[in-house]
């Protein structure tokens, strides 16, 4: 009788957190770029990286958070090489919690204002709304206080706030 070796490769083992998590790394990207094919090459080099580091990881407890930053990481560095190109998707996929109330025109007016944030700035933004998480998880990703997370996603709620009612077009 064969006895087969329970005991999992780190390949294996990365490979089975990757797809327990696929769906919100793309999502999470694709926030970024709001594009599909651009959004699945920020995952792929972010996956290429996080299994290039993986072997320096001590404990599991993490993997998502760990995850999750580089992916945040890949996409500022894709918007930073690709700032003179804007791409559009002709059918854009709805990510978000359905929304009531709002007018077409209105979401369109705080996704343009969501893109006039800095991107360190709409980390915040799409791992609270989009992504879900709480404050202390947010922390966990961007690698800073619970406290420091509070008071800069307030302070981006405010502009953005701001940018709604006042209808400026400047920069966030």
């Not at 797809?19 to 990207?29: D, G, P, S, V």
């Not at 972010?46 to 992916?71: E, L, P, Q």
């Not at 709805?94 to 369109?108: I, Q």
């Not at 989009?130 to 307030?154: P, Q, W």
Request: glycine share 4%.
């Amino acid at each position: 009788m064969i006895r087969l070796n329970h005991r999992k490769t780190k390949e294996e083992q990365f490979s089975e957190k990757i797809t327990e998590i696929q769906n919100k790394l793309y999502r999470l990207a694709y926030c970024y770029v709001k594009n599909e094919q651009e959004a699945l090459d920020i995952v792929s080099e972010a996956v290429y990286k996080g299994f290039i580091a993986y072997g320096k990881m001590d404990s599991m407890t993490y993997f998502d958070s760990w995850m999750s930053r580089i992916v945040i990481n890949t996409a500022i560095d894709h918007i930073r090489r690709n700032q003179r190109f804007t791409y559009m998707e002709d059918h854009a996929q709805e990510f978000a919690a359905p929304e009531r109330g709002a007018s077409v025109e209105e979401k369109m007016d705080l996704y343009d204002a969501l893109d006039r944030l800095v991107p360190e700035d709409r980390a915040y933004i799409i791992l609270k709304f989009f992504g879900n998480m709480r404050f202390r998880e947010i922390a966990e990703v961007l690698s800073l206080s619970e406290n420091t997370v509070k008071s800069k996603f307030y302070r981006i709620i405010n502009k953005l706030k701001m940018d709604l009612t006042e209808g400026e077009v400047g920069d966030l």
